[in-house]
């Protein structure tokens, strides 16, 4: 492995960098998108229950609010639930534009590796079969063994980039898809909450 890590030039140590950004952000989104922790199951019958008894008190709020998205956006709608409803859903929708830029953190760098990694994977390689056609002409030989040899080693680098790129590619779709289906999710319940409240 530090062989091939060798032979492909400096061009890996960018790619390995990538490689390393991609696996914290996978493993952070896969914990941070987990459902229970963004928009639990029974939050907002717990919280309407709370509502119905006149318990949903301030240190309440706080605590709901403190523990999900979802806790979240409701706390902040009950705090206007004696202005109309049309203003309601207008704090209600900026909430939620909070919330989802919060969700889609660091999706971005996940493009941008699934970009760059191919990229710098084929630079790191036309660098090489410079290198190798270079020591040719130097040489004044084309020796088929050694050029063999210099061509595998500078394909390294594309190969190690298309082996960044495609996972990021494939794990960026799936958190993308993943921060739609919450984002849906945090937006039926808060409708569903807000009928609640403007029907006491």
Not at 2 to 8: E, V
Not at 45 to 58: D, E, G, P
Not at 62 to 80: M, P, R
Not at 109 to 119: D, K, R
Request: with cysteine; proline share 2%.
């Amino acid at each position: 492995m530090n062989s091939i890590l060798i032979s492909g030039g400096w061009f890996i140590w960018p790619l390995l960098v990538c490689s390393i950004l991609l696996i914290s952000i996978v493993i952070e989104r896969l914990w941070f998108l987990q459902r229970r922790l963004v928009a639990p199951k029974g939050l907002q019958r717990q919280v309407q229950n709370l509502i119905n008894k006149n318990a949903f008190h301030v240190e309440h709020q706080e605590e709901i609010a403190s523990t999900s998205q979802l806790g979240d956006l409701l706390a902040y709608c009950y705090q206007y639930k004696s202005e109309s409803r049309e203003f309601a859903e207008t704090k209600a929708e900026e909430k939620a534009s909070e919330i989802n830029l919060i969700l889609e953190r660091n999706l971005s760098m996940l493009s941008t590796i699934a970009s760059i990694s191919p990229l710098l994977g084929l630079l790191g390689t036309v660098v090489g079969m410079i290198t190798v056609f270079g020591n040719i002409d130097i040489n004044g030989s084309a020796n088929a063994d050694l050029l063999a040899a210099g061509i595998s080693e500078a394909l390294i680098t594309t190969a190690f980039g298309l082996i960044i790129a495609v996972p990021s590619i494939v794990f960026y779709r799936f958190f993308e898809q993943k921060t739609i289906n919450l984002m849906s999710l945090l937006q039926a319940n808060t409708s569903l909450f807000l009928d609640f409240l403007y029907k006491k």
